[in-house]
């Protein structure tokens, strides 16, 4: 206890995932329970536009119920944004706006829930904050379905789509398996721009070398176009059909997305350019280069939000991370991120840590060369045994009475101003 | 009892589904029960292909646990194909080449489950073998995701794929909503070639007005684009977002594809022609002529295999018809379609009936005008009446110790051939 009084603001940033409300309902229960250290529980609309613009709501006044709810409820239901501020120099006029709101409101607790870009901006604006001599603790939170945050062993959000997209691609094998007298192969696009760690989760669906998939295509590993269309060939003489599954950030040798160089694999195909993504770039080369029949699948967002086949591991990782935050600020602990370690594989044992926000936001981490097989067409044993704990057990959901899951709604009901008009830039 | 003794042959046709399986359970567990009248219950592996090229297998040698699992398995475990005979006249030697291979094993019994195309191929059957006088019964048991088969109240596959697409556009639609300041809009494209059931039972997921989906755009109404244009306006200006859920059937006014057609469109936008889905040429006019950024979803094959969310009802009425299938080839009954009858909305009440095969193939059963909105973009309280007994409850499966789903493997051991070779046609 640090004797630091004042109120907390929670914001949820980028990407929406399965288990991020799970996180900020973590950072909420446990702060509201200290009303001694923190005088008020606020959220912030859209991340940190909603601080910007001075767009914030009372978490207390909220109904408990929902906020529980919040545990079992996918996507960021505080609301969410892309906003990125740049450093200190650049943006200056932006983050004096964020202490600006927060010492109107006094707000002396700042709750994060991001990836790299939003640990950076909490750090940066705890940085302004020790510069100013305003006392206020901001402190990150994990969140990426991508998992490419570093000093975490992985991060909350990644094993509910790893094992909904895992479990697509075993449904969806089915699929092709059954088909292939008509349809030989599937292309199945699964999201992870810089990172390749969705991809190989989907590789957690393989249990015997007949099942999909039987191609991963990694951000990380070069798309050699010759070798995939030879093993591609390999697959249909061995399985008489062919899955592949490719990461929706695989580049080719120089560099090039193949959803963006997809228009010269497609022209070749179709003497046209190619507007789609990733797998259809690659459709385009099976049926141009194997002479084969290919479909597509590509859930898009609905892979990210996927609650109702979410990894209970998760969501509860998820919500401890919250939870830790408000711990760790309450030792009067800012600058840094919580984290997860990992301290045994078999029985799956963690703790959670922390890391400096500046670390974390200047780092990345790929899928390690151990994770890869030899071809770079499929992962290692050693991968599974770093995913498979992460996907283990079903998140809860509630069903309503029309047989589709009940989620979340917060009432959201934005507290006065305490400020002028902002501009944000 | 009829006295008519011999061999089954079960197959399976077309599309897989989260619970063609459960039909193909219920026919094999019942006739497996009936030894007296069914000497052996084999299996034809790719649907009627397996038959002409007399690859079969004998069910009742399979794990019998591996059978009962098919219960709880998606995709068509027997195998399935997309081999459409045509008439008696211009396909006669197909068919009797079935009927060669059927009277080398003695079957007797032939259970197709499948959609149009397969009744259209068990009435052909049947009526062959009674010109010939070879004494058969041929039944057919319904399984479309499309629910476009007519003299049923619905088909088994349908209620699945509804009650996981209505949860995937209510967590996606979750997703536009949290990220409303950086992407507004998304186009979600589910299957429904040439009905628009699917496309319809994704609303829903909408319990009120600012939920997704927004729009629904359904194959029964001609997509204008100027009319869907205003539309998305006035969505974005009443929830600031808008989530658009889209049939791939969907079509303009003079009859082509939106996917197809997309070509037009998508010239207009970016100079050429768009190879995508339906969905594709969605976004390019939301991108074009509202000037907000698109993103696009397309589960593909995954959502008609989603077994992880199917539904209950679906699951146990699809084993269901299996049954009465068998039980009615028993009273001595062929030529005829099992189907469901609804007798009661709430509470929710079916019984099984028959229809003739001929008048199921040559049917279709497009969405009624009832259930759709008087604009053409939702649906009504009448198919929210129609659809949501259908996906009620969870259908079990099994997880593996891995944390993913167990499907059945069958080992589908080929019996030996007692005709010679047959080139399929």
Chains 1, 2 share one sequence.
């Not at 996507?75 to 709101?101: F, M, P, Q, T």
Request: some cysteine; charged content about 25%; overall charge neutral.
């Amino acid at each position: 206890m640090t004797g630091l009084k004042g109120k907390a603001v929670v914001a949820q940033s980028g990407g929406p995932t399965a288990v991020i409300n799970a996180s900020a309902c973590g950072v909420i229960q446990t702060a509201l329970r200290r009303r001694d250290v923190f005088t008020g529980v606020y959220g912030a609309l859209n991340g940190i536009l909603g601080v910007l613009q001075e767009e914030l709501y009372d978490l207390g006044a909220e109904d408990p119920a929902q906020i529980d709810r919040l545990k079992r409820s996918p996507s960021s239901a505080l609301g969410s944004c892309r906003h990125k501020l740049k450093d200190l120099k650049s943006s200056r006029r932006d983050y004096e706006r964020i202490l600006e709101v927060f010492k109107a409101h006094d707000v002396r607790y700042f709750f994060y829930i991001g990836g790299n870009d939003s640990m950076d901006t909490a750090a940066k604006l705890g940085r302004l904050a020790a510069e100013v001599d305003y006392e206020m603790i901001a402190i990150g939170v994990p969140k990426t379905i991508d998992n490419d945050l570093a000093y975490t062993d992985h991060s909350p959000g990644f094993g509910s789509v790893a094992k909904f997209n895992a479990a697509s691609v075993m449904e969806a094998g089915r699929d092709t398996e059954a088909l292939y007298t008509h349809d030989t192969t599937t292309v199945h696009e699964v999201m992870g721009r810089n990172a390749g760690w969705i991809a190989a989760s989907c590789g957690l669906a393989r249990r015997s070398d007949q099942e999909a998939p039987h191609i991963i295509l990694l951000p990380e590993v070069p798309f050699i176009r010759e070798r995939f269309v030879e093993k591609v060939r390999d697959c249909l003489a061995k399985y008489r059909c062919c899955f592949v599954v490719c990461g929706e950030g695989s580049k080719t040798p120089d560099g090039k997305y193949l959803g963006e160089a997809g228009g010269a694999f497609a022209k070749d195909a179709f003497g046209h350019t190619q507007l789609g993504g990733a797998c259809d770039a690659v459709r385009a080369i099976i049926e141009t280069d194997v002479g084969v029949k290919s479909r597509t699948n590509r859930a898009g967002t609905a892979q990210r939000a996927a609650m109702h086949f979410a990894s209970r591991t998760d969501a509860e990782e998820a919500y401890l991370v919250g939870q830790k935050a408000v711990e760790a600020a309450m030792r009067g602990i800012g600058g840094k991120m919580v984290t997860i370690e990992r301290t045994s594989d078999q029985p799956y044992r963690i703790t959670t840590g922390l890391a400096d926000l500046e670390k974390v936001a200047n780092a990345e981490r790929p899928l390690p060369k151990e994770y890869i097989s030899e071809d770079g067409f499929a992962v290692t044993e050693a991968f599974r045994r770093y995913a498979s704990p992460l996907v283990q057990g079903e998140a809860e959901i509630e069903i309503g009475a029309d047989g589709l899951p009940v989620y979340a709604r917060l009432a959201r009901r934005l507290i006065g101003g305490k400020t002028g008009p902002y501009a944000v830039s």
